[in-house]
């Protein structure tokens, strides 16, 4: 009979600690004690190199809240957090692009910020502005110096993201029509950081990052005569922008849903526009 009684106790504990941390407000610094029931307590990322920075940040605060979750966010590119939401090998995939339509099946997109794809070059470069026709050019290798579009005589070295990217796949739609780059002097970067670093090193090189993604040494140059600033990808003048989305499916706890719902909450949304990405709400 004890050992009855001693299960229903933990059963109710069990109950009460998911209504509490169901009904907690975001809006408000909340203490829960004990922390996260520990069978729950762990939650899997993978996915987009451009999304896992904002989702770090987002689990720092995340954790304020509940500080006996753990997080484990790994990258590999959008397709990589796609397929692991197919196969049910984590609780949340990261995404910088729309989904194609073979891969929504057993998906739900939570789309958490927009990105600008930000054309950079070179500090030295004297390039300020290309236009979409001019950058499409470049890429497919139809104009391969600097020369031609008012630069110093020099060959463009073009940097480009690898398959996986999400980046890379948004900005070959957008640019490209969906084709691959073919221009002859480029160079792949497996992450947004390596672009940065290439381009902050190379006078003559071309790359594109994530607006959350600049850096020192980078010049950012215009397309068609429009800045990427937020308020430009908020209104629909800059061109080169994606979706910054989170990804769940029928495997994912209900601990992985409530980050969800945090990143979707009003805090969670100033944190994203406090790293430098455009927030949906």
């Known amino acids: 009979m004890r050992v009855k009684r001693a299960s229903m106790i933990c059963v109710l504990t069990h109950v009460c600690m998911m209504l509490l941390l169901t009904k907690c407000s975001w809006g408000e610094q909340v203490t829960i004690s004990p922390p996260a029931i520990a069978d729950r307590g762990h939650i899997t990322f993978a996915g987009s190199t451009t999304v896992q920075p904002l989702a770090d940040k987002l689990g720092q605060t995340f954790q304020e809240l509940l500080p006996g979750v753990t997080l484990d966010i790994a990258a590999g590119g959008s397709s990589v957090g796609i397929q692991a939401i197919h196969d049910g090998v984590v609780d949340i995939g990261m995404a910088s692009r729309s989904l194609k339509e073979d891969e929504k099946e057993g ?81 792949t970067a497996i992450t947004a950081g390596n672009v940065a670093a290439i381009v902050a090193e190379n006078p003559h090189a071309l790359g594109y990052v ?24 908020q209104d629909g003048t800059y061109k080169l922008q994606r979706p910054l989305s989170l990804l769940t499916g029928p495997l994912t706890t209900p601990l992985g849903q409530q980050f969800v719902d945090y ?10 526009i406090e790293n430098g990405w455009i927030p949906v709400k």
């Open 263 to 272: 990143a979707l909450s009003d805090n969670g949304q100033q944190v994203v």
């Open 210 to 233: 994530g607006f959350g993604n600049l850096e020192a040494g980078l010049k950012t140059i215009s397309i068609d005569g429009v800045q990427p600033t937020k308020q430009n990808a």
């Open 107 to 187: 998906i739900t997109v939570h789309q958490i910020a927009v990105d600008v794809i930000a054309m950079v070059v070179h500090e030295t470069n004297p390039i300020n502005n290309l236009s979409l026709a001019q950058l499409e050019a470049i890429y497919r290798g139809q104009i391969t110096n600097w020369q031609e579009v008012g630069g110093v005589d020099d060959a463009i070295v073009v940097i480009i993201r690898a398959k996986s990217s999400g980046t890379r796949d948004a900005f070959d739609e957008i640019v490209l029509s969906g084709d691959d780059p073919t221009a002859p002097n480029q160079q």
